[in-house]
């Protein structure tokens, strides 16, 4: 069973640039999988960031991006803010009607 | 604007049933296809179901299928989530979203559902 992967946790100075991944334990994740991206802070309902890659959702801000790096689906975050401290999870598309999603990345701000 | 409010939630007995319900408004309803995604306390989301635009098509995620069903009544603007032999590790908050461009687009604030004895 193929396994959609993220990093747990990472840390990002105020200001700084990061870059959240998501991956695939068995193969490469393209286009072909319509990743999107998530924020979720404690208590409320997800917010949708990026889909088909690297489409921002309305009123997102341009310093979130997505992209495909290497073999994987990124999200980075340029210029980050100390509300940008939250959980980010990535989704894949896997075909025939079925999603899996990432097991999500704390993002720090310190 | 997009609205979805989910309802139904609440405490059942393992083996038990429940039937959510997730009441759409701001958008067409009867154009767009629908989600169910659940979150244990304290874990991460877990897609769960989704059925098409017009109700021809349902899909499930393996934990779910053969127990849960989804269904639409786009007369009511409204989803549904059967939910049947319910179990303990099913306890969680249950959350609809409008599907677009293969996302979840708009949210609902989620339903939670407790299973224990």
């Known amino acids: 069973q193929t396994v959609v992967t993220q990093e747990p946790s990472f840390s990002v100075s105020p200001g700084g640039t990061v870059t959240l991944t998501c991956g695939l334990t068995?193969?490469?994740?393209?286009?072909?999988?319509?990743p999107s991206w998530y924020q979720q802070t404690p208590g409320q309902a997800p917010r949708t960031l990026i889909y088909?890659?690297?489409i921002r959702s309305s009123g997102v801000p341009d310093r979130f991006s997505g992209s495909i790096l290497g073999n994987k689906a990124a999200l980075t975050i340029t210029g980050a803010q100390a509300d940008d401290e939250s959980d980010y999870y990535c989704v894949l598309y896997m075909g025939s009607g079925i999603w899996v999603f990432g097991g999500g990345t704390k993002l720090t701000v310190l | 604007q997009v609205q979805l409010v989910e309802s139904g939630g609440g405490v059942v007995q393992p083996g038990g049933s429940l039937r959510l319900s997730c009441a759409a408004s701001?958008?067409?309803?009867?154009?767009?296809?629908v989600h169910w995604v659940r979150q244990t306390p304290g874990k991460g989301l877990e897609w769960v179901a989704f059925?098409?635009?017009?109700?021809?098509?349902?899909y499930y995620a393996d934990s779910v299928k053969g127990r849960f069903a989804v269904s639409r009544d786009t007369s009511k603007n409204t989803l549904f989530l059967q939910m049947n032999s319910l179990r303990v590790d099913d306890t969680a908050v249950y959350y609809c979203a409008e599907g677009y461009n293969y996302c979840f687009d708009y949210w609902g604030q989620g339903t939670l559902v407790t299973v224990s004895s």
């Open positions: 701001g958008f067409t309803f009867s154009s767009r296809g």
């Open positions: 088909t890659t690297n």
């Open positions: 059925v098409q635009y017009d109700g021809s098509s349902q």
């Open positions: 068995s193969g490469s994740v393209s286009t072909n999988y319509y």
